[in-house]
Structures are given as structure tokens and as C-alpha cells.
């Protein structure tokens, strides 16, 4: 059980334990005789197999114990030697203690008795689990302070408690399936922090909340990607002007289009214009592998794929329309041009100008239930996976996000692919809020964080991953963020203490948050705000 325990609290398949033994063997000649110390601890490796149910798994760790008798008289060092592991072979240590006692002497009557007897232990190593047996079993634990407090170890008695109550009524189980939980731990879980209703906008589309803040702040600017800018009213006419565009190609609710544009203006452009037309988007890194971009394209099936002129060379083998996206810089116009396989090869661009489609807000087609991207998976378990979610998913997180994390009316600085789910926030939060989306350059996007950090407090917020933490801690002392105040949200690996550390001390005014989730997850399902480490 406590195997069990430990296993489930470090999530390793195989756990060590030092066990003690009497070494006061029988087979010894003149035991009984002898006056002094026979114990030993040794080490014995506890695993189990999602296979084997919690009998047999006890059967066999009986007698991998008792094989341990073997080594009864071989001293830990010699063990240690032989192991050739340089550090200690466990932190804890498991005691049974099974003294032969004859009840007898119980009922033996004398006038002399012992009182006021004290005893003080110490256990050498971070946890010691002790065991007596009798009409009851008793259970102590004993632990180093700078390892564990009482809290801790507490629930960690109710959860050895608990695999001890499954045992004995789940023994057909696995052992990897018995439960730690506690009844009051289970209510917790499943009843008081699962008490999260809140009221958002679940009848609305994302491009409709969108809309929404373009009636308020039309003149604000949405977006900037180095020296061109784009207001809500502009960025809007041109997302409805490519919706129009797309939904006379037959484009409409569910409509899978795969978009393959650099950081740029353009790209918040096609996202737009495909969730107005009603379709839902499907990301495409241009730095991805050809073969993976061509697997993902014919995953979905998608009918039409928004690039850029310079790009298309990478989808030559695609035979479905192609549509080149560009914002010419004087007279601001979006610029369309449709192509082919069979015409890929024609010598010049012929452009035309989408100000011919209407710029008004188009009638919605598509409703909360319908997707609003297909987002692929790394692959690492196999083929990349597409998976779907829809616009009320996206509320869902956007309408939490916008409540959770603290927002100025500084620009929301955007770094990342839209082909990773981290990108929803820095995209969407700012659009439904009339915040600006500052686009950074794809190349050396974490040189480009560290001179807007080093130069300026101009960020509401700045979405990372761990990754991208640490490599901004090689280039930032204190001084160039000791004033900052923007929020910093984490998410997508496991965040270190030494990354918090340098950013709690450092910028002790920056709002810190972990954010974790998995892509079918829709982003972020579980948020900390960090305080402390």
C-alpha cells in the first residue's frame, strides 16, 4: 500500500524502499545466544503492471521480500557498491515490526510496575513508515521537517489508509487503478471545486463578439505588425470583404480552409474572413516539413488554403484552390490572387483588389456548436490528430481569460503560430476587449520579446512558454524588468522554480500565471496565479 502510495505521489513506474529486517534468521546456529544488533535495511524495487490485478501483484511482491532474506547479511554499502548508483538507493523506510510476543506474560500479576516512560526517535532518512501488527494494525510515520510537514503527512497516512480499504475490496482491480482518495477529497474535487458556473455570451460566435467591440472602438487601432497598423473599422472591412470573397467559393458553416500565412497582417485578416464566411480555420506552419503540411492537408480535405505569394512553393502538390493574401502598404487595399496546381508555374501575380466585396458585416451562418478551427497535434504518439473546437469552446476560455488575467490598454504582443493553441489567447482576448495586437517579426522572436522588455513597459500581456522564459532570462538582468507590470501567463511545459524565481524577485509587479491545458482542452482548463515559489 504504501508502494502504492509512493508510486502515485512521485508518478514513476518503479518506487525503491529500504526494508528492515531482523536478521535474527533461525537457520543462524546460536541466535538466541547472541547479544546484539542483527538489523538490516535493504532495498526492494515495488512495480506493478496494468495487467496483473492487486492479488497477484501482492503474491509477488511476498516473495521478491522474501527473497530479499537471502541478502539478510550483505551490508548496505555492499549493496550500494554493487548497484553502482552513486547517490542514496531510497529516501524511505518501511519497518515491520513483528516481535514475538507470548500473551501469557499479560496475565502475570506483580506489584511492580514502570511509569513516566519517554522515548525520543529520530529517523535518519526523510520518511520512515512504521507497521505493528495486532488486534488492529497501527501505522506511524516519522519525517524529516525539511522534507515534509504535518499536513502533508497526514494525507499521506488517509491515502495509505485508503489503498489498504481498496485492497481489500478491489483485489481483482490493478493495483494502478486503486484510488487515494478520501471520501472528503472526492467531494472536494468533484463538488466544491467544480462549482464554476458563470454567466458568458454561449449564444455568440467569436467574429460576432468581435463585431461587437468594432461598434465600440472603431477608430482603435487592432492591430500593428512593424510600421503598418490597421484600425477595428479597417481590419473588420477587410475580414468581411475576404468573407464575401470566400463564401462565393462555397465556403459556409463547417467549411474546412487551411491558412498558411507568416505573422503578419494578412494573417488576422484570413483568420477573420474565414470564421465570418462561416468556415472554421485550419493552421498551417510554413516552417513545418512539406510532407507533414501535405498529411494535414489531406487530413482535413480542405478546399481552399490562404497563403502568401512567397509560400506556395511549399504546397505544390496541393491540387485544391490557392488563395495569396496581400495588404498593399500605400493605398491599404487587401489584394487577392486565385491559382492552382495547373497555373502555379504562371510567371507573374495576377492581383485584384477585393474592395469590389461588400465591407459590411456579413449575416452569421454559423452558431456557437460549429467549429471555428481544426488545431493538429505535435505527432509524437503517431500521426498528428486534428482536433476540433468549436466557438463556444473558445468563448468558454476567452470570457474566462478576459476576467482571470489583469488587462491595461496597452497592446497584447503576439509571438507565436496560430497552428498552436497558445496563439487563441493573444489573438482573440485583445479583439473582444479593444486591445491592439502587436505582431512580432517571425525571425528571432526571442530577441524581439527581450528589446521590447528592455526598452519599454508597452505590454498588456505576453503569452509563453517555459521554453521561451528561460531564453529570456539569458538576455534580461533585474534592472531592465524591475518595473514592468504586464502579466506574464505560462503555459505548455512544465514551468521551473528557477524561471519564477528570477521573475518574482526581479519584477515583483508583473502578474505571474500558470496555465495549463491540453489542445482538446481549448487552451487552458487549469490556472495558478503565482505568488510565491
Not at 26 to 37: F, N, R, T
Request: hydrophobic letters at 35%.
Amino acid at each position: 500500500a504504501v508502494g502504492i502510495v509512493l508510486k502515485a505521489y512521485t508518478q514513476q513506474q518503479d518506487v525503491v524502499m529500504g526494508v528492515t529486517l531482523s536478521g535474527r534468521s533461525m537457520d543462524l546456529p546460536g541466535v538466541e545466544e547472541m547479544v546484539g544488533l542483527f538489523i538490516n535495511t535493504l532495498p526492494l524495487k515495488i512495480t506493478s503492471s496494468p495487467t496483473e490485478d492487486t492479488l497477484t501483484f501482492l503474491k509477488t511482491l511476498q516473495e521478491q521480500t522474501q527473497r530479499l532474506n537471502e541478502y539478510a547479511y550483505s551490508p548496505l554499502a555492499q549493496i550500494q557498491s554493487w548497484s553502482g548508483i552513486n547517490q542514496s538507493l531510497f529516501d524511505v523506510i518501511f519497518v515491520f515490526e513483528n516481535y514475538p510476543f507470548d500473551e501469557e506474560i499479560y496475565n502475570v500479576t506483580s506489584g511492580f510496575s514502570i511509569r513516566g516512560i519517554q522515548g525520543v526517535e529520530k529517523t535518519e532518512y526523510p520518511l520512515t513508515v512504521t507497521v505493528a501488527p495486532g488486534k488492529q494494525l497501527h501505522l506511524s510515520l516519522s519525517y524529516q521537517t525539511e522534507h515534509f510537514n504535518e499536513e502533508l503527512i497526514k494525507r499521506l497516512s488517509d491515502h495509505i489508509k485508503q489503498v489498504l480499504r481498496g485492497m481489500l475490496h478491489s483485489s481483482k482491480e490493478s493495483p494502478e487503478s486503486l484510488s487515494l482518495l478520501t471520501s472528503e477529497e472526492k467531494h472536494q474535487l468533484l463538488i466544491e471545486w467544480n462549482e464554476t458556473t458563470a454567466e458568458y455570451p454561449e449564444d455568440k460566435t467569436i467574429h460576432q463578439l468581435f463585431e461587437e467591440q468594432v461598434a465600440k472602438t472603431p477608430n482603435n487601432i487592432a492591430v500593428v505588425y512593424e510600421d503598418q497598423e490597421l484600425s477595428y473599422q479597417q481590419l473588420n472591412e477587410k475580414a468581411n470583404q475576404l468573407a464575401h470573397y470566400l463564401r462565393s467559393l462555397g465556403v459556409g458553416p463547417d467549411t474546412l480552409v487551411a491558412i498558411a500565412v507568416e505573422r503578419s497582417l494578412e494573417m488576422i485578416i484570413g483568420l477573420l474572413g474565414i470564421l465570418k464566411a462561416g468556415g472554421a480555420y485550419v493552421p498551417l506552419d510554413p516552417s513545418y516539413p512539406e510532407d507533414r503540411l501535405q498529411f494535414m492537408l489531406e487530413d482535413t480535405k480542405a478546399s481552399v488554403l490562404i497563403t502568401q505569394t512567397h509560400l506556395k512553393e511549399r504546397f505544390k502538390t496541393y491540387s485544391e484552390k490557392i488563395l495569396s493574401l496581400q495588404v498593399d502598404v500605400d493605398t491599404k487595399e487587401l489584394l487577392i490572387e486565385e491559382s492552382s496546381i495547373s497555373d502555379s508555374h504562371s510567371s507573374a501575380p495576377k492581383w485584384k483588389s477585393l474592395s469590389i466585396e461588400s465591407s459590411q458585416n456579413l449575416s452569421s451562418l454559423s452558431a456557437p456548436h460549429n467549429l471555428a478551427y481544426i488545431i493538429y497535434t505535435s505527432g509524437s504518439t503517431g500521426n498528428p490528430k486534428g482536433v476540433m473546437v468549436s466557438h463556444g469552446c473558445i468563448i468558454h476560455y476567452i470570457s474566462y481569460a478576459g476576467e482571470a488575467y489583469p488587462l491595461s490598454n496597452k497592446p497584447i504582443l503576439f509571438h507565436s503560430s496560430p497552428a498552436f493553441d497558445m496563439s487563441i489567447t493573444s489573438l482573440f482576448l485583445p479583439l473582444i476587449k479593444g486591445n491592439a495586437i502587436d505582431i512580432l517579426p517571425d525571425e528571432s522572436q526571442v530577441d524581439a520579446l527581450a528589446d521590447v522588455l528592455k526598452t519599454q513597459n508597452r505590454f498588456s500581456f505576453i503569452k509563453l512558454t517555459p521554453t521561451h522564459l528561460k531564453a529570456l532570462r539569458g538576455q534580461l538582468s533585474p534592472k531592465h524588468i524591475q518595473n514592468q507590470r504586464g502579466t506574464l501567463i505560462i503555459g505548455g511545459e512544465n514551468l521551473l522554480k528557477d524561471d519564477v524565481e528570477f521573475w518574482l524577485e526581479s519584477a515583483p509587479h508583473t502578474p505571474f500565471f500558470n496555465e495549463y491545458g491540453p489542445t482538446e482542452a481549448t487552451v487552458g482548463c487549469c490556472v495558478l496565479r503565482v505568488e510565491d515559489y
